[in-house]
Every structure is written in C-alpha cells, then in structure tokens.
C-alpha cells in the first residue's frame, strides 16, 4: 500500500465530488461534512464515471404520499442508470427498508444481515492527516517496479 | 356434491344480461316510475364489448347451454358469476347507483338463490365511490357475494386515491377486487386515443390491463390496503413478463420518487393479484411453457372458463401445456388465496377437501 496525498481539505467544499488520478488509478473523492470518502470512479454496473453523479439521501415511507429524507447526502447515485452507493461502504442498494438498520450500524452490521443492491463500488481507505486528504493505494502490479524507483 | 374430479372454481363466468324490464322488481316507486315513464325497457343498456354475433361473444360449445348445464358442461364445483350490465355507463349517478342496485339484487333472486354453485359480484361504477362503498356495505352482509367487480376502462386510472373509499371497503369485508375486461364507451379503450375497429378493441383490452397493474403498484394500493386482493378477468396473462420486468427494472432507478415500494414491484404483487387463465393468447403448448417459465410461477392463475364467450374450442378449458403439479392451484387452491369468503365458505371447504383425498 501506498499513500497519496490527494487534496487539501480547505480547498474541498462540503458536498463536493471530485475525480481525482492518482498512481493511474481513477478516484472519486467525495466530502461530507467532516468527513471523506474514496471510491474507485467507476460503477461495477456499466463502467460510468461515479464522479460524474450526484450525492442524495434515502427517502423511507410509511405507504402512499409519506416522505421521509434519511442519510443526506450519503449516496452516491451514478449518472447512467441511477444505481445508488453507500459513500460509506461502496454497497449498492436496491432495499431502502436496508438502510434503515444501517443508519445507525454502519460499522457493526454483518453483510448477510441485509438485502442489498447486486453491485458493490470499490472504496479507497481515505483519511484526513493534517489539511491533506490521503488515499491508501495498493499497488498495480505493473506500475510496482517504477513507483518504488521513484519513492 | 364434488364429483370424482378434482374441484374446479370457474373465476369467470357471465350471467345472461337482465333486461331493464326485469329490474322493475328492484326499484323503488320513484325510479320504476322514471324507468317506465321514460321507456328505459325499449333500451338495450348493453356493453359493446361483445356484439351479438361477433364471433368472440358465443363459443359453439356453450351453444344450446343454459347456466345450470354451462356449469355441467365442465365440472364446475364453484362459478364466480358476473353480469356485465351497460347501466354503469349512466351518467346520472342517481340512477346508475339505482339500477346497479337493482342488477345486484337481481342476481342474488334470480340466480345465486336458485344456483348453489353460483357465488356472486358486486357490481359497482367507479365514477361515485361514495354511491358504490354504500351499495358494498348494502350486500356485504350477504357472504354469497365474493368479490366487487368493476370495468377495466374508466375515466380516472384505477391506481388513483379517487377509488380508495371502494379498495378499503373490500378490504374491510374480506370482498375482492375483481377488474373486468370492458369500459364505459365515451373514453377511448386505447390511451392513445380511438380506434376504429371492434378488432381493436379487444386487442387493446389486456393493455389497459397493463396500465391497471402498473398503476396499482405505483400509486401504492397495496401497501395502503396491505389485505386487499385483486382479480383481472379476461385480461390474458402473457403480458405479464414483460410488464413486470419493466416495472422493476424502472423502481430500481426511481424508487426515492415512490418510497412506499420498499421492495421490487414483482415481489409486492405477488400473492394479491390474480389472472384468470382464459383467454390464454400463446399458440402453443411451448409458448405457454415459456411464458410461464418467464412469470416464474403459476400462483397467480384462475380457471376460468368465460361462459359463454368464445375463448377455447373444444370441450376443455385448461390449455395443453400447464404442469401438471400446477393444476390443483389453478383449477382451485389459488382461488382460495385469491377470494377470503371462498377460503371461509364452508361449502367450498368441503369441496376442496374432498378434492385432496381424491389427489
């Protein structure tokens, strides 16, 4: 693994989306809040640029004409055919009545807990050090022998 | 008492229509007054789905059958009957009511009382919601009425909260909702606007079913009225495939506009619509299996004859091609999923019954 710097976080706004190259990997670097979230810009479902979409949140129901917004900005809807992914965890989902135990777990429920969508996003291990964000690459085998001469 | 054959619910099957001379009975003094002075009985009040001598509307071998032999004729143990009477084309809501009223009690004296094997329809217009949730809670009391039936082409999409006061009446008395092939004539039969042939028509009927069913899921009827079960009669079923692949295919992407569909629209049909089986548009054996290979499964399927309209020649209804292991469902045990007063008729139980000690 490797680590990149790839944006500095007051250059960052909330809300943002960004596609960033970095080591010849494609990353979709997404800025919630406090708090950023790496997958690689392209969906598992028809190759599309995630980058190129929109956050939005989920809408849960008690039947007809009830309308509540949860997760705000937490889904990463792709701009070909609308498949939405957890930020969070690259999941897609397809079962908006899912999400509802997730809101509160996102980190201690078990994947076979839940019915989720058929696509999983690969996340990037991101984190914020300092002002930089910094993205944990792992290494294309073929670009290995040259970035280790260079570092 | 069931014969030896397995048990066969008839899930749609037509009354001869009353003449409006026959209603008089079933009216009060001033809507007989208004029938016979305004010479109603001189008007046929006929929907024109089925022209007299078109060759859908008689099946040579009903030919001769009167409703007693009709019911013979296949061994039926239960018919669902319905009369598909052209006053719920009136525009006067006043009379329409009355005179659905009327066919409604008619059918009870002339044909349920008289033909145990007959369960019946309420027979109601989806132009006044509050006229029909009266004329239900009317009947409702009568457990020989199994369903509530209203006409496939209306003015107002049958998803629409217009009609709920109606869905929730038959959910509230364990009554099905049953849509019949038809319309009132003065909206066009396509939604892209009139045809000009008979030949049309008919064709264009199994897609308005299309519509009701996309409509139905959309609009979130069954999520509102999670007990309520609906009926499509005469609606042909190998639409089906494709229409619900497309409407999951489109929930998946539009969901957070229809929130209510917490799961894909094939899973929250499945179990509360049902189909009757005739008239059954694949050619062949082979493309019944494949078509029934793409639905996935048989459970939504009612036998169903449509006495005495032309859909099968020959002397059997059930098409070459059904599995085996899917007849008892077909021919009975759907039924009873798809009707709460069959599954609660003792009669029917008992019928049933015998039938599984016969299989």
Redesign the interface.
Known sequence: MTRHVVASVDGFPDKGIRRIEVAGREICLIRVGDEFFALLDRCPHAGARLSGGRLSGTVESDGPGDYRLCRKAEMLKCPWHGWEYDVRTGQSWSDPKSTRTRAYAVEAVAGGELVKGPYVADIVPVEVEDEYVVVDLPEPAARRADASTKE | MPSRRPLRIDADFHLPQAEVGDLLPFLDEYWQMQVVDRELPSMPFRLTSYPANAPLTRNPDFEGLDVPAALDRFGTGIAIASMLHGVVALHNPDMRAALLSAVNDYVAAAWLDAEPRLRGSIYVSGEDPAASVAEIERLSGDRRFVQVLMLAMQEIHHGN?HYWPIYEACQKHGLTLAIHAGGLYRIPPSVSGWPSYQFEDYVMQSMAFENILTGFLG???F??FPDLRVVFLESGFAWLPTTIWRNDKTW?????EV??L???PSEIMAGRVFLSLQPVDPPGAEELRQILKHIGSTDMLLYSTDYPHRQFTGGEPLPTGLPEEALPGILAGNALKAYPRLAADPAVRQAAEAMEETT
């Open positions: 909260r609009e979130g009827v999520q509102k998946r992407g539009v969901r957070q929130p209510w917490d799961r894909k």
